[in-house]
């Protein structure tokens, strides 16, 4: 089993900065993409921003310039540095990986998307 834990959530004004977490921790034999989703209230979850194992990402167009999406794959650890934010960024965050365990001998173990449990990040005005 896998688990992902975020952290860096918080209350901040306009216009300040968080830097959001998101630690992967179990059967691990590598992970693929990783991205981030946000969650306003009464919304859709939708993604905010992905990265590859490779390093290539991809951003909603509404963070574009103001947000970063980063990995430490030896740590296996996904980041969200979020610059300038706005109240409409207020939402809880969650983290997402495609995550492949350990081979079962040389039966090689099948891709498994996995949910953090989200971190609240509110943005006043």
């Known amino acids: 089993q896998v688990q992902l834990a975020e952290s860096g959530g918080g209350l901040v004004q306009t216009g300040g900065s968080l830097r959001l977490s998101c630690a992967a921790s179990g059967r691990i034999f590598s992970i693929n993409d990783m991205a981030w989703y946000s969650q306003a209230p009464g919304e859709q979850r939708e993604l905010v921003a992905s990265i590859t194992d490779g390093g290539h990402t991809n951003y909603q167009d509404s963070v574009k310039g103001r947000f970063t999406i980063s990995r430490d794959n030896a740590k296996n650890t996904v980041y969200l540095q979020m610059n300038s934010l706005e109240p409409q960024d207020t939402a809880v965050y969650y983290c997402?990986?495609?995550?492949?365990?350990?081979?079962?001998?040389?039966?090689?173990?099948?891709?498994?998307?996995?949910w953090g449990k989200g971190t609240l990040v509110t943005v006043s005005s």
């Open positions: 997402n990986a495609d995550v492949q365990g350990p081979s079962k001998g040389d039966v090689a173990s099948p891709v498994m998307n996995y």
